[in-house]
Structures are given as structure tokens and as C-alpha cells.
């Protein structure tokens, strides 16, 4: 990373960082318990429960006046605390002072609060719609029924149809502008089909280059130079649960291979069916 990025800089996606930019981790937290696995989220959830019986545990330790508390032990306050929080109510303990019971008034809007949000924030998560789109690891330029084409292939990981599939191909190459200083251009890839009624297990995207491709006349050289960078985004309606679901994905100059084609998944066995070989979805060959 350069030295710059010593400072604070922060990631904002494929190879960019972010000088001056503002933190807000903390105001866009729905987005990011979102965002994070599972396994995160779970121990985050028990980390926030753990901390607010923590709290009042050292609030009941100092103010006393639980009955069924030993003297002088934190461990008790503690599970009292759990007790109030989660509502369990053993009956062992309980408050006999008035500053201990406004104590356990403060605990239980705490913990209804703190239950209807955790709540929230798990069906939130649990019911949003991810898609589980695959993209080949490497995208190709070889000849494709005579002229020069760029593809890769992308497809549902799920078993399941997603419906009235559209897919966005852009790249981006570093040019000259008039003052002759570097300058990052985006164009859309015309593709020779961007909509598929129903993507399944494989869909192999092309992009013709011809006179008016932004990749005409580049080669492996070339793109790097240019730093090529082609950006995909798919999205569909899943068939199961009804609703958008999206992908993307990035190549960059050295995931992009000249001359040379992805392998054939598909092959017709003797008795006619057909075989669908998803062990190949990678796989790239010479070009013929």
C-alpha cells in the first residue's frame, strides 16, 4: 500500500482506497449486521447482552439490596442481572430495597428494548433474499465463430430458477485526456444477449469486439497498461421466495486471458441425454 495510505485511508472496493473519508461504522450499524456472517452476528449479539448485564451487574453490586445475594459476590449480581434481562425469574433472588428495585425497572425496559431489537435484526437477516451467483474465475478473448469475442461465464449456485435474469457489463481503461493526464473511462459492453428468461446452472456472457468495442486492439499488454477492469452485475427474480435477488463481480487485467476459451460443461452422451459437467465451470482451454 502506498505511504499515503498510512493516514486514513479506507478500502471502498476492488483496489481503491479512500483518502478523508468519514467513519460511520457506528450510525450505519443495520446495514452492517447485515452485511456480516452468521457466526459475527450471533457472537456480537451475545457480546451486547453480555456488556448490559455486565453494566447492571456492578450497579447491583454497588447498591445492594437483593435478597439471596451473598455478600460481597460479584458472580451473584451478575446472575441476577441475567435473571431480570432475560426474564427468567427463579424467585431465589429478588429486589427488598427501593433503590434496587428502580434498578431492576431500568433492567427490564432495557431488556425489552433489547429483545424486540435483537428480534429485529435477526428476521431482518434471516429473511433477506442473497443470491448465490457464480462467475468463472478467469474471462476469455479467443475467436467465437469468427470474430473476436470476450466472455465468461456466470450461473445460480441454487437450484433453483432465477427469473427474467439481466446482466450489466462495463469496463473500465485508464486514457489520456486533453491536458494528457490520466483519466479512468467507463463503457457499457454491448453484449449479444443481456436478459435470460430463466438462468439456471450456466450462462456464458459475450461481448463481440469490433470497431466500436472499447477493447478493440488490445492484447494482454495492452490491458494492463490500460489497467482494464470489467465490472458484472446480475440481477433476477428468485422463483422461491419472490423477490430481487442480485450479484456482482470484477475482473481485472490479470483475470482476463488472451487467446485462449473456456471449456465445454456441456457434452451429449450416446444415448442422447445431456451431460452438464459444473466440475469444468473454471476451466480454460487454448484457443483452437
Known amino acids: 500500500m502506498p505511504a499515503t495510505a498510512q493516514r486514513n485511508l479506507q478500502p471502498a472496493g476492488y483496489s481503491i482506497w479512500v483518502d478523508g473519508a468519514k467513519r460511520a461504522r457506528l450510525r450505519d450499524f443495520y446495514h452492517l449486521f447485515l452485511k456480516m456472517r452468521w457466526g459475527w452476528a450471533f457472537g456480537l449479539i451475545a457480546l451486547g447482552f453480555f456488556a448490559i448485564n455486565l453494566i447492571f451487574a456492578v450497579v447491583y453490586f454497588i447498591v445492594g439490596g437483593i435478597d439471596g445475594v451473598a455478600s460481597g459476590s460479584f458472580f451473584d449480581s451478575l446472575m441476577f442481572s441475567i435473571e431480570t434481562l432475560g426474564t427468567i425469574g427463579y424467585g431465589v433472588m429478588h429486589p427488598v430495597s427501593h433503590a434496587a428495585s428502580v434498578v431492576v425497572i431500568l433492567e427490564s425496559i432495557t431488556g425489552i428494548i433489547t429483545i424486540a431489537l435483537i428480534t429485529g435484526l435477526v428476521f431482518s437477516k434471516f429473511s433477506r433474499a442473497v443470491g448465490r451467483f457464480a462467475f468463472s474465475t478467469d474471462a476469455v478473448v479467443c475467436t467465437h465463430l469468427g470474430k473476436p469475442t470476450f466472455m465468461f461465464r456466470c450461473g445460480n449456485e441454487r437450484s433453483n430458477t432465477i427469473v427474467e435474469t439481466r446482466i450489466h457489463v462495463s469496463v473500465a481503461l485508464t486514457i489520456q485526456d486533453d491536458r494528457g493526464k490520466p483519466f479512468y473511462k467507463t463503457t457499457d459492453l454491448t453484449l449479444t444477449r443481456d436478459r435470460l428468461g430463466g ?6 456472457v ?6 466500436d468495442s472499447p477493447l478493440k486492439g488490445l492484447d494482454a499488454a495492452g490491458a494492463k497498461q490500460a489497467e ?10 428468485d422463483d422461491v421466495t419472490m423477490q430481487t435477488v442480485h450479484g456482482a463481480h470484477q475482473y481485472s487485467d490479470e483475470h482476463v486471458l488472451w487467446k485462449r476459451r ?5 457434452t451429449i452422451l450416446d444415448n442422447g441425454d445431456m451431460l452438464l459437467d459444473v466440475t469444468k465451470f473454471n476451466d480454460t482451454l487454448p484457443e483452437e
Do not use: Y
Not at 459475450?206 to 470497431?211: A, F, S, T, V
Not at 482494464?228 to 427474480?237: A, N, R, W
Open 199 to 204: 438462468l439456471r446452472r450456466g450462462w456464458q
Open 262 to 266: 473456456l471449456a465445454d460443461t456441456l
Open 206 to 211: 459475450m461481448h463481440i469486439i469490433d470497431d
Open 228 to 237: 482494464l477492469e470489467i465490472e458484472v452485475t446480475l440481477m433476477g427474480f
